[in-house]
């Protein structure tokens, strides 16, 4: 035994009962608990993969200049945002850079010590912080998931490294109003970390660009004190290459490239090129929304029909369901054992929203077809 930090069970692991559930009772199990992405990339992004010169030398870790250039083209292309070449940086995926950022953080401020993040949220946030030995502090949502920042408590603040904000969030799909935050970070001197991974699957709200798709960044209210964190992983099914970038701020993203630099975070060559092909092409993405907004509608219409109250998100792939009763277990459990389906319970969000269940449409159409089948009983 020791005294130290002991991990936690991985919550997915805790599925493993209600698994064997669907399988006993039916043999496939559709999986719809992890947000991991099935769809195929495309063929010009499989291709880049395979070139192996760029496997030979160390890559850079803050990503190769064509790499950088090609998220910053995308940034001004996509969101309407002029990012600076030095305020750009590459990321191993983005959960490494979650993850990773309060330990960063507290060397550049030792005088602070705690993590500010969305009381309903993705995990590696909270996870971060006690990776790094901070404080985690949930800051409340309010009835549409977006941050309460009025709540959080002043001595809080006084001590806070960092405010993360998620929009499009994951698990709820509400959307925050990224200039209130980004105004707030300023005010406090807190900096506001954005994770816009979902940012390509934005549902609601006014394009940032004339003729886009909705979705809107925390630096078109200016880039001081604040970085946006993207990744590949959904907008391109790259989950598998492990390839992001942040860009923000001029002192902050300048002193993670040199920290991440010295810790040797490198993005594979391979990978690079990969995220160059993937980053200059939009058609794959429009696709991508089209799937998911499609199998967000099916998924939905299932639930409707078992009596069950599941809203359309305002963006992201998941459905955010009310649980009967609030018991989120026991509607998981019903699930798999209805449908086949696995589902993850609210309390892996945090400790605010146990009556919730969250079901990723991460599947292909087909194994929705096989849900719909199993619930009209043919
Ligand atoms: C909100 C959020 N941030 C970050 C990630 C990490 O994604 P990746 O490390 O593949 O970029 C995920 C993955 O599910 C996520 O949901």
């Known amino acids: 035994m020791t005294a130290g930090f002991v991990p936690p069970p991985y919550p997915y692991d805790r599925l493993q009962p209600l698994i064997e559930l669907a399988r006993r009772e039916h043999g496939e199990v559709v999986d719809l608990s992890i947000?991991?992405?099935c769809d195929p990339p495309p063929?010009?992004?499989v291709d880049a993969l395979a070139q192996s010169a760029a496997a030979r030398s160390y890559p850079p870790s803050i990503g190769t200049a064509a790499f950088r250039s090609a998220a910053c083209d995308w940034y001004e292309r996509r969101l309407g945002v002029q990012v600076p070449d030095a305020q750009m940086a590459a990321c191993i995926g983005s959960k490494e850079l979650v993850a990773g950022l309060p330990h960063w953080l507290r060397l550049r401020r030792p005088d602070r010590d705690t993590v500010l993040y969305p009381a309903v949220s993705y995990p590696s946030y909270e996870m971060g912080a006690l990776l790094a030995g901070c404080r985690a502090v949930p800051v409340p949502v309010d009835e549409q998931w977006r941050l309460d920042v009025t709540a959080i408590d002043p001595a809080d603040v006084e001590r806070a490294l960092c405010l993360w904000s998620n929009t499009p969030a994951n698990p709820t799909g509400g959307l925050d109003d990224l200039g209130a935050l980004a105004a707030w970070g300023r005010r406090h001197?807190?900096?506001?970390f954005s994770d816009e991974c979902y940012v390509e699957f934005t549902w609601q709200g006014?394009?940032?660009?004339?003729?886009a798709a909705p979705g809107r960044s925390i630096l078109e209210h200016g880039l001081d004190g604040v970085v946006a964190v993207h990744s590949l992983s959904k907008r391109s099914n790259l989950a598998g290459a492990r390839v992001g970038f942040y860009a923000g701020d001029a002192e902050l993203v300048d002193f993670l490239r040199e920290v991440r630099k010295h810790a040797g975070f490198m993005v594979p060559g391979p990978t690079q090129l990969a995220g160059i092909a993937a980053l200059d092409d939009d058609t794959h993405v429009r696709a991508q929304r089209e799937r998911y907004h499609h199998r967000l509608e099916r998924v939905a219409g299932i639930l409707g029909e078992l009596g069950l109250d599941a809203p359309m998100p305002g963006g992201g792939f998941y459905l955010w369901v009310p649980a009967?009763?609030?018991?989120?277990?026991?509607?998981a459990e019903s699930l798999a054992q209805r449908l086949g389906v696995i589902v993850s319970p609210g309390e892996f969000y945090g400790s605010s929203a146990p009556g919730y269940v969250r079901v990723a449409v991460v599947q292909p159409d087909e194994q929705i077809d096989l849900l719909a089948r199993r619930l009209s009983g043919s």
């Open 189 to 192: 001197g807190v900096p506001v």
């Open 206 to 211: 006014e394009p940032a660009v004339p003729g």
């Open 35 to 37: 947000g991991t992405p």
């Open 43 to 45: 063929q010009a992004v």
């Open 324 to 331: 009967p009763q609030g018991d989120a277990w026991g509607l």
